[in-house]
Structure formats: structure tokens, C-alpha cells
């Protein structure tokens, strides 16, 4: 686990384990990498996987190791973050998209790919669709 997200834990959200933050974080604030083997589109599809994530046609970065918390980060419809890749697409920085309290858990949009094909069947459970 990295040094630097000692302000991170991931706890029991309502969509099973979340991340969350014990500081505050202001608006397009950097909250953490979203590190893992980088690699190709064809290698992505015959792992599969709740963690891969995309960077773009052609390359994926599958999150699934236990050191890269960001994977915890949990899908929302509303969410309080945002994904942004580096300007070579070769790295996940996740942003902070609005002012951020502490204790607040943290979520980004997974894409409407992600959602239509894997949170919509399923049915979506953050905390703005179980209301
Ligand atoms: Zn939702």
C-alpha cells in the first residue's frame, strides 16, 4: 500500500467495500493513482475481471492487485471524483470533482460502457439509485 494515502481506508460501503477519506479534499484535488500491470486489449478481454480499466483502444490497466486501493473506489451515478488519464495515456490520476469532506466516501462514474453492460443488470447500488 502506498505511503501516501495513509488518509485513504476502505471501509463498508452500500455497494459492498468503498473507499474512503479521513481528510478533506478540495475541488480537482489529486486523490490517488489508479496503478496496475499495464496491458493489452486482447490480454484484457481473455482475463477479465472487476478491475480493469481503460486507457484507451488499444490499452488496459488491470487494477486487480491488493496494493493499488483506488480499486476500491466504488461506481456512483452522482459521484464526488473523476478519473483523468495523463497526457500519453499511460497512467490513472482520480480527482477530486467537487469540495470533498472528510469521511466521505469516494466514487467516480465507471463509464457508460461499464455501467450498461455490469452495474445496470445487476442493478445499481449507490447511494443515489437505492433512495
Ligand atoms: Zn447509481
Redesign the pocket.
Known amino acids: 500500500m502506498s505511503k501516501n494515502n495513509l488518509n485513504l481506508k476502505v471501509k463498508r460501503s452500500s455497494a459492498g467495500l468503498g473507499l474512503f477519506t479521513t481528510t478533506p479534499y478540495q475541488k480537482d484535488d489529486l486523490v490517488i493513482e489508479y496503478t496496475g500491470e499495464t496491458i493489452t486489449e486482447p490480454e484484457a478481454n481473455k482475463r477479465g475481471g472487476k478491475y480493469l480499466f481503460e486507457l484507451n483502444d488499444d490499452w488496459v490497466i488491470d487494477g486487480k492487485s491488493r496494493d493499488n486501493i483506488a480499486r476500491y473506489i466504488n461506481?456512483?451515478?452522482k459521484p464526488n471524483c473523476y478519473p483523468k488519464l495523463n497526457e500519453t495515456e499511460t497512467r490513472v490520476f482520480i480527482y477530486a470533482k467537487r469540495k470533498i469532506a472528510a469521511n466521505e466516501e469516494l466514487t467516480y462514474n465507471y463509464g457508460k460502457d461499464y455501467v450498461n453492460q455490469v452495474i445496470k443488470p445487476a442493478g445499481?447500488k449507490?447511494s443515489?439509485?437505492l433512495k
Open positions: 461506481h456512483h451515478c445499481c449507490c443515489r439509485c
